[in-house]
T-cell receptor, first 115, second 116 residues
Framework: KQEVTQIPAALSVPEGENLVLNCSFT??????LQWFRQDPGKGLTSLLL?????REQTSGRLNASLDKSSGRSTLYIAASQPGDSATYLCAVIWDSGAGSYQLTFGKGTKLSVIP | DARVTQTPRHKVTEMGQEVTMRCQPILGHNTVFWYRQTMMQGLELLAY????????DSGMPKDRFSAEMPDATLATLKIQPSEPRDSAVYFCASGLVTGQPRDEQFFGPGTRLTVL
């Protein structure tokens, strides 16, 4: 069974700082890993998708890395802004057997960027 | 622009009542997922369909929950009878799943369910 853990559960940083969010998973046999953002009362917005064969993906100020062997992914946010305040979730897509496609989420990191 | 839509956005009901949540996936997507989000459990996968056929509903309590796709443009999640512990936000997501690592999911805005 795949388990996904995100540390820390909450993070508060001053505006302008660079920060790293962590995601770890227990089974390295994954298809891909996806980072999402969730604003209060809203649905999830996909930020970055890293395929199992990739090491990292970049979009603007966001950079996500993947180390399958160690079961870790990080989301790096450069020059943080108050608008980045949200909960960030990582999700791992994996094969639970016989081609059954499973997705397991972490519980998220709640980020607050202080102006 | 293409997006996943869900109705209703909010639902308050009394224990024992039937609740039906609806989802319209993005046109052309072949897979629809249902998730439940609670503070205690985070996001959990309840069920998903590929080409309208149920592939996996192991995350769903079978005694009261049912999920269907009557056609390619509509997925439903029904709870009968509802209980206070069902209170959560229910998300629908859709994707074009090819079995490749590039597959991606797109989420709807969710239905916030409160069972009194």
């Amino acid at each position: 069974k795949q388990e996904v853990t995100q540390i820390p559960a909450a993070l508060s940083v001053p505006e302008g700082e660079n920060l790293v969010l962590n995601c770890s998973f227990t089974d390295s046999a994954i298809y891909n890993l996806q980072w999402f953002r969730q604003d209060p009362g809203k649905g999830l917005t996909s930020l970055l998708l890293i395929q199992s064969s990739q090491r990292e993906q970049t979009s603007g100020r966001l950079n996500a890395s993947l180390d399958k062997s160690s079961g870790r992914s990080t989301l790096y946010i450069a020059a943080s802004q108050p608008g980045d305040s949200a909960t960030y979730l990582c999700a791992v897509i994996w094969d639970s057997g016989a081609g059954s496609y499973q997705l397991t989420f972490g519980k998220g990191t709640k980020l607050s960027v202080i102006p | 622009d293409a997006r996943v839509t869900q109705t209703p956005r909010h639902k308050v009901t009394e224990m024992g009542q039937e609740v039906t949540m609806r989802c319209q996936p993005i046109l052309g997507h072949n897979t629809v997922f249902w998730y439940r989000q609670t503070m205690m459990q985070g996001l959990e996968l309840l069920a998903y369909f590929r080409n309208r056929a149920p592939l996996d509903d192991s995350g769903m309590p079978k005694d009261r929950f049912s999920a269907e796709m009557p056609d390619a443009t509509l997925a439903t999640l029904k709870i009968q009878p509802s209980e206070p512990r069902d209170s959560a936000v229910y998300f629908c997501a859709s994707g074009l799943v090819t079995g490749q690592p590039r597959d991606e999911q797109f989420f709807g805005p969710g239905t916030r369910l409160t069972v009194l």
